[in-house]
């Protein structure tokens, strides 16, 4: 596909304050999405308060200084809208005809929380029961593992929600003292997304946001990840039907300089669209081993550095079957380049299939952060057509021999055994 | 909604095509319906619908393994298919210089789908992994126990995906018969939504399916379910730590007016914060972490559900006896006027949503055609018939659909006995069930789960039509 035929029309402003707006249009859209994404980060709740960001993200709506938390609902149901905390801030869907209304909502949600102490614990217990049912899915305990295998000490190592004993010790005060100390704007962005004029959005995007004023928080130094010495294998036994692997090891960056070159090689592995990459072609279309399986080292790399991951869900017996066919892949993919057809039918799919994660607002306001905080540029959607088709055979294969350590993999396992 | 941008083909052989343009982007999908799904599945080749959809990407005589899906990644897009109870369907999204490829793969596999020995019996164990996968959730079992009491005589009794016996025993013979009995143009349909040139797109769908024989066999009657005698239920001992609950009552078909009756009736109920069960439960009582209400109406009668998943120490029993409280409450005193206006405004909301992206865009077209006797029409009246209800008639339809005596209720209770992973029957007839057999759904998966709670502020995700996708 051509991509300058797509034309994306974004405003942007930077406020005094650091927090960044934007603002995209979507013409022919009755649809409006607003997000905030405010520079907090892992390691900015401390161990012993895992899951503390997170309880802050879902306590978000429980009640502002205007609203408690029924009437904000109510006040959001009634424009036909959506909304969301997250950890970073968080998301508000509407109609179009209701973006300021939506707007406003948000930027109280986000900016105005008080946690009230009654909705905090009952919101909670929520976590904590859904700590314990989480404990029950082999796929989701598997996962978690094999985070902290990879992670070790890194604040990405911890579950997001936290562990039952951490949750268990926080307190209304804690919210507030972390939400008062890293929703800031600094480093920040509010991103809009609609079929008005990207300057109209904006203007409105500076009424709501331009009172939002607070000094840049101050980060805690994040560890580096190292790969382990030589690999390692966990199982943990759950009875179960199936077993869930994971193998892998710590990835790049989203600014790696390698990240296009291995989002080819991805695709070529393990991520590529019905069964066309090697793993699920191999894994599943030929041996019938699984229903669900992928291998990818660019889906998780962000701002810190993000995972190699193979995932396989399979029957007990052909646990191993999976694991070896998963390393002579790997082994393969290190030794001899993509073929030609390989690398053209990857770099067809990628240019021509990035227009479809244009198509919704709230993908369109990710788009516009991610182009931002990444500093990919507007243009990169113009651009990227050119980076993936300059990707050569041998690039491929250096990176792939440069990120991938079949040596130093973790793998771990929960399920049937 | 305006439909004026459709335009609709009927062809000699009783295809049928709806083209929708749409020219935001520029990008193209199509959408495939089959009229044929679980339903229409014969006792002892339950899950061969599903099944035949895995095969569907295995080679035809056009395409031969394995060139659907590089053809598709070649041309930059996507594709991916589902089957449910009331149909199957396959979809493409490709870019609107390259989409036509799409048809003349839809073409090929129409009729001349290959059903290779090898590979079926490859995909067979892939399928196989697949339920095995379901087994392992929580919310499946409890769905779909609460389906087979629901219908005992209507084939929805049985899960999509099948029964593991009758999928290892399932021929490839036996679903080439059922593929030359389903498959045709005239139990078939296309929708092609977005960049499109409606006369050049007309001609191609002419040139490629108007010469195909109407092979396929009209689509049979299934069993009418009788009205139930009295109330149904089930006990699951599960593996799972969390108890989970599911009452379910019998509805009605898509599109009769009761069905926009039992949407806004679900919500009052228990989508939003501000439903009756998310305060009652969450908020005042807390004794669940969360609750969600479906209304899932098919083509014949279907059935709304309430799950619900219960906080650690809470008592099922009180949960199930606070839900029927307020249902019985709804049923008295009906919906709020202002709750009403809320509840119209996030529908009519939900109703933009689905057109954001040209996908759902040829779906919701797609879903109405094959599901409703006005076909895509009705999408004009939707909103209008919502405006139109008001509190007596939905008190009235509350009354009519939740009364006790037609409900299902299973209990989901943690602590399995060693090697037995069935139902224990407090009522209901003993034998019917199959309490270790997953019902072929989405539910299950963390992403739908969330997405259909009632937790987040202000609009739910609409649960209505719940797929089984290839992957």
């Given amino acids: 596909m051509n991509t300058t035929a797509i034309r994306l029309e974004i405003a942007e402003q930077q406020l005094d304050t650091g927090l960044t707006l934007l603002a995209v249009q979507n013409p022919g859209v009755a649809t409006f999405a607003c997000a905030v994404s405010l520079d907090v980060r892992a390691g900015d709740e401390p161990k012993k308060q895992s899951g503390l960001s997170n309880l802050v993200g879902d306590c978000l709506d429980e009640g502002t200084e205007q609203h408690d938390g029924l009437e904000l609902a109510a006040a959001v149901e009634s424009i036909g809208g959506a909304l969301e905390g997250n950890q970073r801030g968080g998301l508000v869907m509407c109609p179009a005809e209701a973006q300021r209304a939506g707007t406003e909502l948000l930027r109280e949600m986000v900016l105005e929380p008080t946690f009230p102490g009654k909705e905090v614990r009952r919101v909670q217990g929520e976590v904590l029961t859904e700590i314990l049912s989480d404990e029950d899915d082999p796929r989701t305990v598997a996962g978690r593992r094999f985070r902290t295998e990879v992670y070790g000490e890194h604040p990405l190592g911890r579950p997001a929600h936290g562990t039952r004993e951490t949750v268990a010790t926080l307190r209304p005060k804690h919210l507030r003292a972390f939400h008062a100390e890293f929703f800031r704007p600094a480093n920040g962005y509010v991103a809009a997304a609609g079929p008005e004029a990207p300057a109209k959005m904006l203007a409105m995007l500076r009424k709501v946001f331009g009172g939002f004023r607070g000094k840049a928080a101050a980060h805690t130094e994040m560890p580096v990840v190292a790969l382990p010495p030589r690999a390692r294998d966990v199982h943990v036994p759950m009875a179960r039907e199936q077993v869930h692997v994971y193998l892998g090891h710590v990835g790049i960056r989203r600014t790696h300089p390698d990240f296009y070159v291995l989002s080819v090689m991805d695709h070529v592995l393990g991520t590529g669209p019905g069964f066309t990459s090697r793993t699920s072609r191999r894994l599943r279309d030929e041996q019938g081993l699984c229903y669900s399986v992928s291998a990818g080292i660019t889906p998780s790399a962000?701002?810190?550095?993000?995972?190699?991951?193979?995932?396989?869900?399979?029957?007990?017996?052909?646990?191993q079957k999976a694991i070896d066919g998963f390393l002579a892949e790997i082994d393969r993919?290190?030794?001899?380049?993509?073929?030609?057809?390989?690398?053209?039918?990857?770099?067809?799919?990628?240019?021509?299939?990035?227009?479809?994660?244009?198509?919704?607002?709230?993908?369109?306001?990710?788009?516009?952060?991610?182009?931002?905080?990444?500093?990919?540029?507007?243009?990169?959607?113009?651009?990227?057509?050119?980076?993936?088709?300059?990707?050569?055979?041998?690039?491929?294969?250096?990176?792939?021999?440069?990120?991938l350590h079949p040596e130093q993999m973790v793998t771990v396992s929960a399920g049937a055994s | 909604m305006t439909l004026s941008h459709v335009q609709e083909?009927?062809?000699?052989?009783?295809?049928?095509?709806?083209?929708?343009?749409?020219?935001?982007?520029?990008?193209v999908a199509t959408v495939l319906w089959y009229q044929v799904g679980s339903r229409d599945e014969r006792t002892g080749e339950t899950g061969v619908s599903h099944f035949l959809e895995h095969m569907m990407f295995k080679g035809t005589q056009h395409f031969p393994k394995g060139q659907i899906d590089l053809l598709t990644s070649k041309m930059g897009g996507s594709n991916?298919?589902?089957?449910?109870?009331?149909?199957?369907?396959?979809?493409?999204?490709?870019?609107?210089?390259?989409?036509e490829s799409a048809l003349e793969i839809e073409q090929s596999r129409m009729r001349q789908c290959l059903l290779d020995p090898l590979e079926f019996a490859s995909e067979k164990n892939v399928v196989l992994e697949e339920l095995a996968m379901g087994e392992d959730d929580p919310w499946r079992p409890l769905y779909q126990t609460a389906e087979s009491l629901l219908f005992q005589v209507h084939?929805?009794?049985?899960?999509?995906?099948?029964?593991?016996?009758?999928?290892?025993?399932?021929?490839?013979?036996?679903m080439r018969g059922y593929y030359d009995r389903h498959y045709g143009p005239n139990r078939a349909f296309l929708v092609v939504a977005g960049d499109i040139d409606l006369d050049r797109t007309a001609a191609r769908v002419n040139q490629l399916f108007g010469a195909m024989p109407a092979n396929a066999t009209p689509r049979a009657e299934a069993l009418a379910e009788p009205m139930p005698q009295g109330e149904r239920r089930a006990v699951l001992r599960t593996a799972h730590a969390v108890a989970r609950l599911c009452l379910g009552f019998p509805t009605t078909r898509a599109g009769e007016r009761d069905d926009y009756a039992l949407d806004v009736l679900a919500h009052d109920l228990g989508i939003g914060k501000n439903s009756r069960l998310y305060r009652r439960l969450v908020l005042d009582e807390e004794l669940v972490t969360d609750v969600s209400v479906i209304n899932e109406t098919r083509l014949d009668p279907g059935a709304l559900f309430v799950l619900t998943e219960l906080r650690q120490g809470a008592d099922l029993d009180k949960v199930e006896r606070?839900?029927?409280?307020?249902?019985?409450?709804?049923?008295?005193?009906?919906?709020?006027?202002?709750?009403l206006a809320r509840i119209r405004a996030q529908i009519r909301a939900s109703f933009l949503f689905q057109d954001e992206s040209v996908l759902d865009h040829a779906l919701k077209l797609a879903r109405f055609e094959a599901l409703t006797p006005g076909g895509y029409k009705t999408l004009a009246t939707v909103l209008p018939t919502y405006e139109s209800l008001k509190p007596e008639e939905l008190r009235q339809a509350a009354a009519r659909y939740f009364a006790p005596a037609r409900s299902v209720c299973v209990q989901a209770v943690p602590g399995r006995a060693e090697g037995n992973g069935a139902a224990a029957h407090k009522n209901g007839k003993a034998g019917k069930l199959k309490g270790g057999e997953p019902k072929d759904r989405p539910l299950q998966d963390k992403k739908d789960k969330k997405a259909g709670k009632a937790r987040k502020s202000g609009r739910a995700r609409d649960g209505k039509r719940k797929e089984k996708r290839r992957s």
């Fill in chain 1, 302 to 319: 962000g701002e810190e550095p993000g995972m190699f991951t193979a995932y396989i869900g399979t029957s007990p017996e052909h646990r």
């Fill in chain 1, 333 to 403: 993919i290190r030794r001899e380049p993509p073929t030609q057809d390989e690398l053209a039918d990857v770099q067809a799919y990628l240019t021509g299939s990035f227009v479809f994660g244009l198509e919704r607002n709230s993908n369109l306001a990710a788009y516009a952060i991610r182009a931002r905080r990444f500093a990919l540029g507007f243009d990169f959607l113009h651009r990227y057509p050119d980076i993936v088709r300059a990707v050569t055979r041998d690039q491929v294969l250096e990176a792939a021999q440069k990120h």
């Fill in chain 2, 9 to 27: 083909l009927r062809l000699d052989n009783g295809f049928r095509a709806l083209l929708a343009p749409r020219r935001s982007l520029p990008v």
């Fill in chain 2, 80 to 99: 991916n298919a589902f089957t449910d109870c009331d149909g199957t369907a396959y979809h493409f999204a490709l870019a609107a210089d390259r989409w």
């Fill in chain 2, 155 to 174: 084939p929805y009794h049985h899960p999509v995906i099948g029964y593991k016996q009758d999928l290892e025993r399932l021929s490839v013979d036996s």
């Fill in chain 2, 322 to 339: 606070i839900v029927r409280e307020e249902i019985d409450a709804m049923a008295q005193d009906g919906v709020d006027k202002h709750d």
